[in-house]
Nanobody, 119 residues
Framework: QVQLVESGGGLVQPGGSLRLSCAAS????????MGWYRQAPGKQRELVAD???????NYKVSLEGRFTIARDIAKNTVDLEMSSLKPEDTAVYYC?????????????WGQGTQVTVSS
């Protein structure tokens, strides 16, 4: 069973930075894509950013320039660097991994980590 464990969330002041990390129980390169989603209270879960096994990245347009997704090969993690944080970035952030093969897709989710941006 694939396990994804997020870490790095917490309380940060507006304008601050945080780095989230998603540790996978299998090689991050074994997944077709890995990414970060977030869900704010009363809102639908939305894509923040994802990265393919080939290294192509995709971002929610409004977050480009403030958020960066990257792989840490040594740690086998997919990290999300967040800067210039705003109160509206407050949400539970989830790691997701997708594995495609033989016409079948499997989605795996982490348990989420809370990010609160507040003064």
């Amino acid at each position: 069973q694939v396990q994804l464990v997020e870490s790095g969330g917490g309380l940060v002041q507006p304008g601050g930075s945080l780095r989230l990390s998603c540790a996978a129980s299998e090689s991050i390169f074994s997944f077709t894509t890995m990414g970060w989603y977030r869900q704010a209270p009363g809102k639908q879960r939305e894509l923040v950013a994802d990265i393919t096994s080939g290294g192509s990245t995709n971002y929610k347009v409004s977050l480009e320039g403030r958020f960066t997704i990257a792989r840490d090969i040594a740690k086998n993690t997919v990290d999300l660097e967040m800067s210039s944080l705003k109160p509206e970035d407050t949400a539970v952030y989830y790691c997701k991994a997708v594995r495609l093969g033989a016409g079948v897709g499997y989605d795996y989710w982490g348990q989420g980590t809370q990010v609160t941006v507040s003064s």
